[in-house]
């Protein structure tokens, strides 16, 4: 049926179906505040289509906010109106907590809200709709009444968005070691805010460790060099190597475990165990880029660094070697050969005169070919040689992909043999 835009009625049923029909009302009806109420509460961005008037609208900007946060780019309120709003707009959504201004969050503003939502503080009970706020902000508890810093949901569910929250607990739930071993174990990083009471209980570190390796840094000195305690860290992020023990970092077990997590880890353990070969391409297999904490003399180890380069799957390693292996031929044509499908640079790293060795960029290409890169990514970054007429490089071009015919120059498609060969390809692809 075809909606007569100036008709109230049938644009009021249009864009409740569809907000973004607005765009289509008349101006009679885009200055009209039923109809863009309707329209926004659909799709909140549809605000941009209504009247000026309607855009500095409380109501009707706070209810396109709620409903779409991108709305926030179309409406034009007052800044003597500005509190107002986003008391409205957080009342009608929890969520838009999170991107109201931290200059109008004070204990004023809480307290409308929780007025806003029947709050009682003569009683236990906390609204619902406070509890979403809190998951969405929950640093704004450091504003709420004495009762609400001593519910335990309550702090819970702001530890939750925001371990910091911890610390406008009232000081009763911050000693108790029961709820706090319950935050710790949903936010291990709340630690921080307690670890003059916690830092040393094992119990808890274990916990916090748990949940957030990171955590680490905030237990005691003797917890710091317990092996089990920091193995269990290690295991959750590898970066909490750096805050073992000393004694610890030069073991060779968790400083393993810490590079199979996070292979950057590595920068942190002892000086022996950074020059340990084996430590060293296991970080490189979780992160090629931890090779720039190994030693300039292993960096300059041909065959380590080929050992590294086979392991790393975009040739980062390549970037770290000594200046003699970028002029190493082998090495070259390992880390270019072995660059990422989306990313052949190490070339661009080798020695002037490497660079410009087309034999070598012939053998580059072909290795690369095979490893299924795509005829016309290489063809693309290749300009050193005329890849298109290079009878081998096509030939082994459209042996992995038949369609990489269409790649080659025009005399070479012509070719018979790379015609027959392209039409093997396509009966028995190889990828």
């Known amino acids: 049926m075809k909606i007569d835009w100036t008709n109230k009625d049938e644009v009021l049923e249009a864009v409740s179906r569809e907000g973004n029909f607005l765009i289509n009302a008349s101006d009679e009806l885009k200055a009209d505040r039923d109809v863009v109420l309707a329209a926004v509460q659909d799709y909140g961005v549809a605000i941009d289509h209504a009247s000026i008037e309607l855009k500095k609208d409380i109501s009707c900007a706070a209810y396109a906010v709620s409903q779409n946060s991108e709305a926030l780019k179309f409406i034009t309120i007052d800044g003597s109106n500005e509190k107002e709003f986003w008391l409205y707009t957080v009342n009608l959504n929890s969520s838009r907590i999170s991107v109201t201004p931290d200059s109008l969050i004070n204990k004023d503003f809480v307290n409308e809200l929780l007025h806003k939502n029947n709050y009682d503080s ?81 119990t808890t570190v274990i916990l916090a460790t748990y949940s957030n390796g990171l955590a680490l840094e905030y237990a005691s000195a003797e917890l710091r060099a317990n092996k089990d305690i920091v193995l269990g860290a290690v295991y959750n992020n590898g970066l909490a190597l750096e805050h073992a023990s000393n004694e ?81 031929r082998e090495v070259v044509l390992a880390a270019a050969s072995n660059d990422d499908l989306y990313q052949g640079n190490s070339i661009e790293q080798a020695s002037e005169d490497l660079k410009k060795d087309a034999v070598l960029a012939k053998e580059i290409a072909i290795a690369r070919l095979k490893r299924g890169v795509s005829a016309k990514k290489i063809i693309y970054e290749e300009k050193l040689i005329n890849i298109k007429n290079d009878k081998d490089i096509m030939m082994v071009a459209v042996l992995e992909d038949g369609d990489a015919l269409h790649q080659a120059s025009w005399d070479l498609r012509d070719k018979p043999t790379l015609r027959i060969a392209a039409k093997i390809a396509k009966k028995n692809p190889t990828h």
């Open 122 to 202: 003569s009683k236990d009970s906390i609204p619902n709709h406070f509890f979403g706020i809190l998951r969405h902000k929950g640093s704004i508890i450091r504003h709420a009444p004495y009762q609400i810093k001593n519910n335990k949901d309550a702090v819970l569910a702001a530890t939750l968005n925001d371990a910091s929250a911890l610390q406008y607990a009232t000081e009763d739930l911050k000693s108790d070691k029961l709820f706090l071993r319950t935050v710790i174990k949903n936010s291990g990083i709340t630690l921080e805010h307690v670890s003059g009471l916690c830092g040393n209980d094992k």
């Open 248 to 328: 610890l970092r030069a073991n060779k077990e968790i400083v393993l475990q810490a590079v199979y997590n996070n292979g950057l880890a590595l920068g942190y353990a002892s000086g022996e165990l950074r020059a340990n070969k084996n430590i060293i391409l296991a970080a490189v297999g979780n992160d090629p880029r931890s090779v720039r904490f190994a030693p300039k003399e292993i960096l300059a180890d041909k065959n380590f660094v080929l050992e590294a380069i086979s392991i790393d799957k975009n040739s980062t390693v390549f970037l770290f070697v000594s200046d003699d292996l970028k002029a190493d």
